[in-house]
């Protein structure tokens, strides 16, 4: 029988109806036709799915809609400013070729802007093994670790100006 | 700066949408009214279909269609074509076998597409799938290629393919080769397995399809490395369509690394459902059918021999080879082992005379066909082990006999008719030894066994052949508005050609990248295209473009001259102005853009090139391995490469170090694996099957020596399958040199743990 849930996405609210069983990636990308997150594979494995729910990265493919309801979902479409800046992490991405196909793209830089939460100061190592269940494989991923490091550094310089201010 | 931004680590122009989730893969296009198709797939590797009952699965809920054989005969649609065809040492063309849509009377492999369920929903096309009766009386299947050839192997094509082997290829000089093995001081010879891949690009295969009634034209969204191809083949060999009536529409395309070149089973189903329900219809496939159903890699067996003399120095090359091409030919399947690969196996070395013999064999599994390198690393890591093998036979160190064996000039014409044109194959050694501090691995080896742990230290020298499948047309136009416009059909995957096609025009304009719109993939936007594969693109792609682009500046120079009162011929042409001779009047190619007629300044240019490029390059890999648990780590890898001029060292970069990601998958983790007699594929998910994660790469040094190719417009040789080419030699080369001092001399790929842990318990003597 469906479900009415209520969440916060990316800043604005949306109402929903959905299956108990429908998975948070399909609200995603079906309901709420935010594409940005992607489904690459059917065992949790790859993490292309990666968002944030209530600011705490997690694979959107093996979470169910219902367990979003009355909380606060970022997508990569919600992590730019409004104004078009990327945001540090996405940034550091782009800075250092820590892309290629894009696919693996929006699930890497969510787990990376959440590392900045548990280890703002990760090592190169640490760096890899939060990664661990992101799969890219284009990349080899030696400038998304590049980009990470950039990134937890820009982020920490950010957060400190803002603190200033 | 040289010409056309060489040298420029441009950022990607094409980031900013795939960082901020704006991309448009297969699956984020969404039509009016679409519905969804579901594939029911053989569960069996091979047997009759006795019963294909799918009354009951019509009536279900939601249901529009539900397709099988029979439908697609009747509504005149082919077979899946094959349209490389060797010719065997019996002087045939290699027979092909039917391969339709959906199995007709018999399945040959886990994963065939049997039946396609149209519904609104995908749940209500599975719900449907579930009433389907398929009923199959099982036969024997053969899924291993050595099995495959054994006398009493189950037949799969017995009318094509007597004893499995669809066709002998032979190339080289036997006799020759046979009378240099008779008198050579030295015989070196090797069993290897080349293990079987799955591409596994991240973004899964997909095709949406719309018809048009009114016109009775189609629309194709498949992601695709060549959406004009796919045209073509779908029109000229599947539908019997007039290339006008379907467009192919690539997107964005998640990964391609050759499995997306192909035309798939469900491209055809998505087109003729459309056709038959009126609605567009989409398809993705989950992980679990693709692993059943994208092309696989490799699988290969070779018995390789090398004949030398007391110094060390090769006479003859001989190779004999079983290539699994899976149950059905795939478009390229059976050219990977034979034409692609073969004549590579002499590798950077002077081998007098060679001999290379590739028996093309059918399976009870998934069709084979390129992937990343297609034939070329399977060749690389045959002469690479060959001659590590030959070091240790004979007491030379393994980059010494390496350095021995480099031709003594170039240009050289290889005993199979390569002609490396240009390189420099001691300087880029002696670079990467020094890089990676080979003099002081012995000191790192004997630290590490005070730790318990083996260290070995690998190398390659790899050569491959780049810039084939003819020319490449490229449109080219300057705007009255200073932006530019280029159409090509070569197609990105992630490579980053927006980038690099826009960096050529901007610097020759004098304009923005961010003002060079590059469009690919759209055959209604593009004209022609021959797609991207063997890393051809710049060396192609990127040559026909500069032509373009010089061909805009010359129709754009009689306006210059009159604006600046000077003579055509003393004007100069600079960074986007011309300038007037000896002085400082100058005008902007944008200024003329300006007043020149709409449309003028602009050029179609297709460069074909002469003769191949020959990227080639050294990797040296340090691992160290656990003797407990027989884990290799991989500690420093260092790379020094010639791919010739480099236009942006930053994509370079990139596309050497991911394709190293992939040949050191090969080597230690990847790996295909079926069942023996049940032909059941047992790697069907990424929990079974290991692609290399972050942490099973270390930092990859990286460096080019840059000699420019002799045959090629702008000296570029091409490298999007280098990394994945010369890696697995490489790693291979540590791994067994970590395991030597345990007497370990031969294992196969993929080094896993277990492997190597079952190889140590195996030679049972410890460091």
Known sequence: MPVSITLTVNGRPAALTVEPNTLLVDAIRQHLSLTGTHVGCDTSQCGACVVHLDGVSVKSCTTLAVQADGRNVTTIEGLAAPDGTLHPMQAAFKEHHGLQCGFCTPGMVMSAVDLARVNPNATPEEIRHWLEGNICRCTGYHNIVKAVESGLQAMKTGAAAQAAE | ?767
């Open chain 2, 1 to 767: 700066m040289g010409r056309f931004g060489f040298g420029q680590a441009l950022r990607r122009v094409e980031d900013d949408r795939f960082l901020t989730g704006q991309g448009l893969y297969t699956d984020d296009v969404t039509l009016p009214g679409q519905a969804i198709g579901y594939v029911v797939r053989s569960p069996y590797a091979h047997g009759d279909i006795t019963a294909l009952d799918v009354s009951a699965a019509r009536e279900m809920p939601g249901v529009l269609a539900v397709l099988t054989d029979a439908d697609l005969t009747a509504a005149g649609i082919g077979g899946l074509p094959c349209v490389v065809r060797p010719t065997g040492t019996n002087g045939q063309k290699m027979p092909v076998p039917d391969r339709p849509v959906l199995a007709r009377g018999r399945v040959r492999y886990v994963g065939e597409p049997v039946a396609f369920v149209v519904a609104e929903t995908l749940e209500q096309a599975r719900d449907a799938a579930e009433q389907i009766l398929l009923d199959v009386e099982i036969l024997p299947a053969v899924a291993d290629l050595v099995a495959a050839v054994a006398p009493d192997a189950p037949l799969l094509w017995p009318d094509h393919a007597p004893g499995n082997v669809l066709t002998d290829f032979a190339l080289g000089d036997a006799a020759a080769v046979e009378a240099a093995f008779s008198t050579a001081v030295h015989r070196v010879s090797l069993d290897l397995i080349n293990n079987r891949l799955a591409p596994t690009p991240l973004e899964p295969r997909g095709a949406l399809a719309a018809y048009d009634p009114a016109d009775g034209s189609y629309t194709l969204h498949t992601g695709s490395q060549g959406s004009h191809t796919l045209r073509d083949w779908l029109c000229r060999l599947v539908l019997n369509l007039p290339p006008e009536k379907l467009r192919v529409v690539a997107g964005d395309v998640g990964g391609g690394f050759g499995m997306r070149l192909f035309l798939y089973n469900e491209q055809v189903l998505v087109l003729a459902a459309a056709r038959l329900t009126g609605r567009p219809v989409k398809w993705i496939a989950d992980r679990g059918e693709g692993f059943q159903s994208d092309t696989h890699g490799r699988d290969q067996r070779n018995h390789a021999e090398l004949a030398l003399d007391a110094d060390g120095r090769i006479l003859a090359l001989r190779v004999r080879s079983l290539g699994n091409v899976g149950a059905y030919l795939s478009q390229m399947g059976a050219f990977v082992p034979t034409m692609a690969g073969t004549s590579m196996l002499t590798g950077v070395y002077h081998v007098p005379v060679a001999y290379a013999h590739a028996q093309v064999v059918v399976t009870n599994t998934a069709p084979v066909d390129a992937y990343r390198g297609a034939g070329r690393p399977e060749a690389a890591y045959v002469i690479e082990r060959l001659m590590d093998a030959a070091a240790r036979q004979l007491g030379l160190p393994r980059d010494e006999i390496r350095r021995r064996n480099f031709p003594a000039v170039l240009p050289y014409r290889t005993a199979f008719g390569h002609v490396y044109d240009s390189g420099d194959f001691p300087r880029l050694l002696e670079t990467a030894q020094l890089r990676a501090d080979w003099a002081g691995f012995e000191a790192r080896r004997a630290e590490a066994r005070q730790r318990g742990r083996l260290r070995g230290l690998g190398i390659s020298y790899y050569v491959e052949v780049c810039g084939g499948g003819g020319d490449e047309t490229a449109h080219l136009e300057l705007h009255a508005d200073g932006t530019a416009t280029v159409l090509i059909g070569t197609q990105s995957t992630g490579q980053g050609h927006e980038t690099a096609y826009a960096q050529m025009v901007a610097a020759e304009f004098g304009i923005s990248p961010q003002a060079v719109r590059v469009k690919q993939g759209d055959t209604a936007v593009v004209p022609t295209g021959k797609g991207t594969g063997g890393s051809r693109s710049l060396p192609v792609g990127g040559a026909s473009l500069s032509q373009a682009v010089d061909t805009v500046i010359a129709l754009a120079r009689p306006l210059a001259a009159a604006r600046l009162g000077a003579a055509e011929d003393s004007v100069r042409f600079e960074d986007g102005v011309f300038l007037a001779p000896a002085s400082n009047e100058g005008v902007r190619l944008t200024d003329l853009a300006v007043e020149a007629p709409a449309g003028t300044l602009k050029a179609t240019s297709a460069w074909k090139p002469p003769a191949g490029t020959y990227p080639n390059g050294c990797h040296l890999v340090e691992v160290e391995i656990d003797p407990d648990t027989g884990a290799t780590e991989v500690l420093r890898y260092t790379i020094v490469d010639d791919v010739g001029v480099v236009i942006n060292p930053l994509l370079l970069k990139g596309q050497v170090v991911g394709g190293v990601a992939q040949g050191l998958g090969q080597a230690l983790c990847e790996g295909v694996v079926y069942e023996a007699d049940s032909g059941q594929l047992l790697t069907g998910s990424l929990m079974d099957y290991a692609l290399p994660r972050a942490d099973n790469l270390p930092d990859i040094d990286f460096s080019t020596i840059e000699i420019p190719c002799t045959t090629n417009l702008l000296g570029v040789k091409g490298a999007g399958e280098a990394g994945t080419i010369g890696s697995t030699p490489a790693v291979m080369s540590a791994v067994l040199d970590a395991l030597a001092p345990c007497g370990i001399t031969h294992l196969d790929m993929p080094a896993t743990p277990l492997a190597v842990w079952t190889a140590l318990q195996t030679a049972g003597t410890r460091p």
